[in-house]
């Protein structure tokens, strides 16, 4: 197979155009084209008044050496590169004959299930612990906190099969390095599962929420079908961890021997995937008493925006805005501020909506939701400021290493302080972006009719009494929005919505592995996705679930791994 790379072509262009800019690009006659398919579609909109689609397209054709050749200085015409996943090994029919535990996995969002379908097609018949429901149990207790308020702790946006990712725009991309291709081996899990095959070829591939639903369930159905186990409402309170002999005269090794859930039951495990999520508190928590090595790191605090839907389409799209292939325009923005914070747009979801994520009784945090059609009146997304480790040091802490868990204090406190601010009731609070840069008090909507359930409650974000941010996170937000309407024209609108706050953009620390995927100090013990902090999104999640699967299932096989 050859592939063909930036293939452009017009936004309307007829069906036959394609096969025609094939055979042009090669130079060959139409009937020595013997098969195509599009790998990548992307569009390119700098020039909004004349949008073009640009292909990635895999071919087979008749002579095939002798096209190359022909063509070597052609940097966008080369050979097709493999992307079929291969498994590293399989357990052969006997593995279980001698009782020996069988790997478990911690959580079961995009890595957990990518994890336990890797050890599943394996033969190694993981067991998997969910401290939540069944998605569609969980989308009840969901729909429990935006219609009435209701907080179910352990089963909601973050807790509960599916994961996060779930409850979000369903993105399918990520910027991650991919030699093995391993993206393609999640999407191909995806279509599998009833996902649309347009994910395999669309340049921003996404699902939605509601039929990420199902694609869920059928994916569990598969790694039960292989021998797995999931377990839902089964948290994790503790771990076993057993002192061993120092090995060439290093420190003593420890080794993870079993788990405690919260029913008592104590479950032997010497190979344990924690795929907590980034909202796994306690986990963290009960992980530090343990003395698991764990480390603070970065993450953005901010609030979510709303626009208009078609303001974000004309601005980015212009006259063609609403076309069925371009769909509901996104962004990605980014500003540098004075006072040395970048701010930038995170997790932005066209045609959706501003969701209720919390896990916690008496804290508000926001996050963004759209379903496969994009059809939503209001754009959102997040504009959050990036923060350190030396932001959140608690108790006048100036120097020193910073506690892990002080990260998780502090988005604990602006969780707390949006609560209040909101009024109570998980209603969030809320202000108009024009008032927010004038520094004044919201009091009536505009335009924009914010999307958050259970409901917004308009105030001051920036008052100096309860400010509902850091002032540096503040200062950087405001001086940003009249900057990015510089690039998204319409997006300092006054009547735009900022809704608070937005705290858990990623892991406040990580759970630190070596190169063999498991824990700095524990073995048997592996650390992996967002939780962990070597992950942001569906799709780099699950790749670093596949990749922690691998490590465990050669550790247990006794294969070696490159």
């Known amino acids: 197979m050859l592939r063909i790379t930036e293939l452009r072509l017009p936004l309307d262009h007829p069906d036959a155009a394609l096969r025609a800019a094939v055979v042009s690009r090669l130079n060959i006659a139409d009937a020595a084209l013997k098969a195509f398919t599009v790998f990548r579609r992307a569009w390119d909109a700098r020039k909004k008044t004349a949008i073009v689609l640009s292909y990635t397209v895999d071919c087979e054709v008749d002579g095939e050496a002798d096209v190359l050749a022909r063509l070597a200085g052609d940097n966008h015409v080369r050979p097709s590169p493999d992307t079929r996943y291969r498994s590293i090994g399989h357990a052969p029919a ?305 120097q020193g290493a910073v506690n892990p868990l002080d990260g998780v204090a502090f988005q604990r406190l602006w969780e707390t302080r949006a609560y209040e601010l909101g009024g109570g009731g998980y209603q969030a609070p809320g202000q108009l972006l024009g008032d927010f840069i004038k520094r004044q008090r919201s009091a009536v909507l505009g335009r924009v009719e914010p999307s958050y359930k259970p409901g917004v409650q308009l105030t001051d974000l920036a008052d100096p009494k309860r400010p509902s941010l850091p002032s540096y996170a503040l200062d950087a937000i405001r001086e940003a929005l009249p900057a990015f309407e510089r690039q998204i024209k319409g997006f300092s609108m006054p009547d735009a919505v900022l809704t608070g706050v937005e705290t858990r953009t990623s892991s406040p620390l990580r759970i630190t592995r070596g190169r063999d995927m498991q824990s700095l100090n524990v073995q048997g013990l592996y650390p992996a996705g967002e939780g962990a902090g070597y992950a942001g999104g569906i799709m780099s999640a699950g790749v670093d679930g596949i990749e922690a699967a691998e490590a465990l299932g050669a550790h247990l096989l006794g294969l070696a791994r490159t």
């Open 94 to 398: 006997d593995f279980y004959a001698a009782a020996r535990p069988r790997p478990v996995v911690v959580g079961f969002g995009p890595c957990g299930i990518f994890a336990a379908l890797i050890l599943a097609q394996m033969g190694l018949r993981p067991i998997v612990l969910e401290r939540g429901k069944p998605v569609r149990e969980r989308t009840k207790d969901t729909w429990g906190l935006w219609r009435q308020g209701v907080l179910n702790p352990e089963s909601n946006v973050q807790f509960g099969e599916g994961g996060a990712g779930t409850f979000s725009d369903g993105k399918l991309w990520s910027q991650i390095s991919d030699p093995r291709h391993l993206t393609r081996k999640v999407l191909a899990e995806f279509v599998k599962a009833g996902a649309p095959e347009e994910i395999l070829f669309v340049a921003k591939p996404h699902i939605g929420t509601f039929r990420l639903v199902g694609m869920v369930e059928k994916m569990r159905a598969e790694i039960e079908a292989l021998g797995g186990e999931v377990r839902f409402q089964q948290q994790v309170t503790d771990v076993l961890i057993e002192d061993g002999p120092p090995q060439g005269g290093g420190p003593t090794t420890r080794h993870i021997r079993g788990l405690t859930l919260a029913s008592g039951e104590q479950l032997d495990a010497d190979h344990v995937v924690l795929a907590l999520g980034h909202s796994a508190r306690d986990t963290f928590a009960m992980l530090q008493r343990r003395g698991v090595f764990l480390e603070a790191k970065p993450f953005s605090v901010g609030f979510r925006v709303e626009h208009p839907q078609g303001v974000i389409d004309r601005a980015r799209f212009g006259p063609s805005a609403g076309h069925p292939i371009l769909g509901a325009a996104d962004y990605k923005l980014v500003h540098h501020a004075k006072n040395g914070r970048g701010v930038y747009s995170f997790c932005m979801c066209p045609g959706g909506t501003v969701v209720a994520a919390t896990s916690e009784e008496e804290r508000v945090v926001t996050n963004g939701m759209s379903q496969y059609s994009r059809n939503e009146r209001n754009a959102n997304a997040g504009i959050v400021v990036g923060i350190n480790p030396a932001d959140y040091r608690q108790d006048g802490q100036t």
